[in-house]
């Protein structure tokens, strides 16, 4: 296993990876110009996970200077339940506290029990005092 920075080149393999693991992800396009816009802005905590030179795992971790995002966090489902999750979690939440995140959000469907169940195992907790709104600015 070999953990690094993800780069642009990773968007496509890791799409076909989101896909595969179940993340609810939009257009190729759409996600290729986002992922841009966070590894551009996020050099130092984006990470990729690589077996025998295959993406089996990704993680998108953004820093807006108060608060920290994990986004598409995925292991591949043949390379789950094996502690590459959580090495990758850990990686990105070293990278962001040295940025100078004191606290990281992340966003769970409430149907998807086997996200919940990771990440409360590793002590985030549901936020039962706020609700997550979105507004789409993206045309096609």
């Not at 149907?111 to 590793?122: E, G, P, S, V």
Request: net charge positive.
């Amino acid at each position: 296993m070999k953990l690094r920075i993800m780069t642009p080149s990773d968007i496509r393999q890791g799409y076909q990876l989101w896909k595969k693991a179940g993340l609810d992800v939009v257009s190729y396009k759409r996600e290729k110009l986002e992922v841009k816009n966070v590894l551009k802005l996020n050099s130092s905590s984006c990470f990729v996970m690589e077996d025998k030179g295959n993406i089996i795992g990704t993680v998108l971790g953004a820093f807006n200077g108060r608060r920290a995002w994990i986004y598409h966090m995925a292991i591949h489902p043949d390379h789950q339940r094996k502690g590459n999750g959580w090495l990758l979690l850990q990686k990105t939440e070293e990278a962001l506290k040295k940025l100078g995140a004191t606290k990281i959000l992340v966003g769970v469907l409430p149907t998807n029990k086997k996200a919940l169940d990771f990440y409360q195992k590793r002590n985030f907790s549901i936020m039962d005092h706020a609700l997550a709104l979105q507004k789409d600015l993206w045309s096609k």
